[in-house]
T-cell receptor, first 119, second 116 residues
Framework: AQTVTQSQPEMSVQEAETVTLSCTYD???????LFWYKQPPSRQMILVIR??????QNATENRFSVNFQKAAKSFSLKISDSQLGDAAMYFC????????????????FGQGTILTVHP | DTGVSQDPRHKITKRGQNVTFRCDPI?????LYWYRQTLGQGPEFLTY????????KSRLLSDRFSAERPKGSFSTLEIQRTEQGDSAMYLC??????????????FGPGTRLTVL
């Protein structure tokens, strides 16, 4: 079974600075997808960024970028020019790309990292 | 563009009562997922549907839980004989289903269940 681990329960950053959230995962599969989701307080979860495991190039979405290290099974999220609106719980998630596998379709989430942004 | 909606947003019930939650996915999304999230934790997968077919169920989904998706549109999640341990946020998500490479799940606001 796949597992996702976020070792930083809480992180903080000053507005306009850069912060990196860590995520590691364990899988025996070679093809999969990785995601970062953001869950603001009392609000619904939204997708921040996604990465296909077969792509060597790291995904980027505006101020958000990832550092995907497939061999190390590491998938960190970098937030540049942090804004007050970035404050939220961030979840790393894994999804199998193996249509015949038992975990296909479902997301496996980490425990989350609470990000605080200081003005 | 209407997102995933869930009803009710909050439900307080007494132990032993039955509760039912509804999820309306994004229009034309073939897949629908249910997750459970306890305070301070990441969501845990419960079950998912491809159209009206329930394709996978987690071991977390005990016999007291049942989910349906009649006609492949909205879905309901019923919990019978609720227990205090059922208190959690129940999240619904939907995705287009194809192509696989861009099959991203979009989440609803959740239903927060409190069992007294």
């Amino acid at each position: 079974a796949q597992t996702v681990t976020q070792s930083q329960p809480e992180m903080s950053v000053q507005e306009a600075e850069t912060v990196t959230l860590s995520c590691t995962y364990d899988t025996s599969e070679s093809d999969y997808y990785l995601f970062w989701y953001k869950q603001p307080p009392s609000r619904q979860m939204i997708l921040v960024i996604r990465q296909e495991a077969y792509k060597q190039q790291n995904a980027t979405e505006n101020r958000f970028s990832v550092n995907f290290q497939k061999a190390a099974k590491s998938f960190s999220l970098k937030i540049s020019d942090s804004q007050l609106g970035d404050a939220a719980m961030y979840f790393c998630a894994y999804r199998s790309a193996n249509a015949g596998g038992t975990s296909y379709g479902k997301l496996t989430f980490g425990q989350g990292t609470i990000l605080t942004v200081h003005p | 563009d209407t997102g995933v909606s869930q009803d009710p947003r909050h439900k307080i019930t007494k132990r032993g009562q039955n509760v039912t939650f509804r999820c309306d996915p994004i229009s034309e999304h073939n897949r629908l997922y249910w997750y459970r999230q306890t305070l301070g934790q990441g969501p845990e997968f419960l079950t998912y549907f491809q159209n009206e077919a329930q394709l996978e169920k987690s071991r977390l989904l005990s016999d007291r839980f049942s989910a349906e998706r009649p006609k492949g549109s909205f879905s309901t999640l019923e919990i019978q004989r609720t227990e205090q341990g059922d208190s959690a946020m129940y999240l619904c998500a939907s995705s287009p289903g194809a192509p696989v490479s861009t099959d991203t799940q979009y989440f609803g606001p959740g239903t927060r269940l409190t069992v007294l």
